[in-house]
């Protein structure tokens, strides 16, 4: 099979200046194995060359065949569909679907999937209690992903993560769960009563009725809201080896349950420079405040030597414009159409346009980014900001999903386990004396604040 990534087979031709001794590495997809290298060695107490390779800037760390990304050709593909047209045409489940399985589910089967999904969506009440143990200023992350965890005290048996069967029902329970027990979060903090799933609505229609329903016996759905939410699911679902997929799929590298497994990943998410960013943008927007401010502010960041970063821009694989931001930046008008301009787009739109013009950011390649313009479409639709990163692990919890799976069936794969280059001391002696020991880490003084 001819995929994007191959780039053919061949050998790498190599001198080791140390011994003077020649070696020949084979090349499959473009890529030598770190292994390969081990033959090389200095000499006999040589455990053989490595590669330093800190935050996997140039490692494959598995083959998949989930989802294809150019970043220079500003390509997204699931399964490979361009998520264009996925976007377009697909609902959330379908993509789920295909995440996991492959291929897009037919009739018989979509509808099997919404049966199943639909009638998982509640969650046993001692979550819905675990959850109402948090405090009212909890952040919504900290809370679905302690939440997500326990879950695993819930379905034990979830851990057989090589019986098919448990890895069906437990990949229904996280897609079907992961929004009540997002919104239950989000009713906590508001200090709104829990409306409980209505199974007569599509995913994101009960999603949506979750989070807004009041005092009316039936949500109505809005029509812009669902497809906008819907869309912006599509989008997050999955997008390969990133830090949070990475994360489940080492920490699902020992066999733990896949409920543990997607609780890290929710965990790496949270992080600003990940899944944050969204909400991040918006803080920054606010700390614009006006679009005069604008050149200022990139002034700021461009003088800051990395610093202080233009949160929504840059990204570690595109070098080109996130193809997800261009559908992002078109379904914004859609919603913004609806509910009226939000008056934080126009910093935004002044903030892109000053960017994309300076030699800075045009120098790094640094584009909008997905982030760049969810926040301002969840906003206008009313959720607040710390929320923006849940409705992110809800969709990604799909993409999560397929990857860990895939790791599992995957027979190359072990348990993950990178190694290091020691820096630390050689061998010294234990100095048993405690008033003889030399102050590394300062004063008491120090210790104490
Ligand atoms: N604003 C200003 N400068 C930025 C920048 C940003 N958003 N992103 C990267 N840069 C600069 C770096 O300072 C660095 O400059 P230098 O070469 O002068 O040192 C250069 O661009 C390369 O950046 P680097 O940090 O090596 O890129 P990375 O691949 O490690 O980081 C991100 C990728 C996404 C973490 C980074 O671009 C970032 O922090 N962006 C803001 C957060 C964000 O939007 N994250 C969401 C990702 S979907």
């Known amino acids: ?53 800190p935050a996997f800037l140039n490692t494959a760390s598995c083959r998949s065949a989930i989802t294809f990304i150019d970043g220079d050709k500003g390509i997204l593909r699931y399964r490979g569909y361009p998520i264009e047209q ?5 609902t959330f489940l379908e993509v789920a679907y295909l995440l996991r399985h492959g291929e897009l589910p037919t009739q018989a089967q979509y509808d099997e999937l919404v049966y199943h999904v639909t009638y998982h969506t509640y969650v046993h009440e001692n979550i819905r209690k675990f959850l109402e ?7 919504p992350m900290s809370m679905l992903c302690s939440s997500v965890a326990a879950l695993s005290a819930f379905y034990p048996d979830a851990h057989h993560v090589h019986d098919e069967e448990q890895r069906n029902i437990s990949w229904i329970r996280l897609i079907a769960k992961l929004p009540t027990m997002a919104a239950f979060a989000y009713r906590h903090v508001k200090g709104l009563p829990i409306i409980y799933p209505d199974n007569a ?28 939410l819907e869309v912006l699911f599509i989008l997050h679902a999955d997008h ?57 502010f990139v002034e700021e960041v461009k003088s800051g030597k990395g610093e202080k970063k233009l949160m929504g821009f840059g990204h570690r ?40 013009e300076d030699e800075y950011f045009i120098k790094r390649k640094l584009y909008p980014n997905v982030d760049f313009y969810t926040g301002l479409i969840y906003r206008s639709m009313a959720f607040p900001t710390d ?18 799976e895939e790791m599992l069936l995957d027979k190359e794969q072990k348990i993950a386990r990178p190694r290091q ?25 120090s210790l104490r604040r």
Not at 204 to 209: A, D, G, P
């Open 1 to 53: 099979m001819t995929t994007p990534a191959s780039t053919g087979t061949g050998t790498l031709d190599v001198r080791d200046s140390r011994t003077g001794t020649q070696y020949q590495l084979p090349i499959t997809d473009g890529t030598i194995r770190a292994n390969d290298l081990l033959q090389i060695k200095a000499g006999a107490d040589d455990p053989g060359l490595r590669s330093y390779d």
């Open 86 to 90: 996925l976007a377009e045409k697909s």
């Open 133 to 139: 143990g948090f405090r009212y200023d909890a952040h």
């Open 201 to 228: 609505l599509t995913y994101t229609e009960n999603f949506l009725s979750m989070i807004a329903r009041m005092s009316e016996p039936r949500y109505e759905p809005n029509p812009v809201f669902t497809r906008a």
């Open 240 to 296: 390969e080896q990133n830090c949070s997929t990475n994360a489940v799929r080492a920490v699902g590298s020992s066999h733990v349950d896949p409920f543990t497994a997607v609780a890290a990943g929710i965990a790496a998410l949270f992080g600003p420079l990940h899944g944050g960013a969204n909400e991040a943008v918006l803080y920054m927007i606010k700390e614009i405040g006006h679009p005069k401010n604008v050149k200022a």
């Open 317 to 356: 694989v595109y070098k080109s414009y996130d193809p997800r931001a261009k559908i992002v930046k078109k379904l914004a008008d859609e919603v913004f159409a609806q509910v009226g301009m939000d008056k934080d787009l126009e910093i935004a739109l002044e903030l892109e346009r000053t960017a994309l």
């Open 387 to 404: 929320f923006f990163t849940v409705l992110f692990a809800v969709a990604r919890t799909a993409g999560w999903l397929a990857q860990w």
């Open 421 to 445: 280059i020691y820096t630390g001391y050689d061998e010294r002696p234990y100095e048993p004396r405690i008033n003889e020991r030399f102050p590394r880490f300062g004063s008491k003084d």
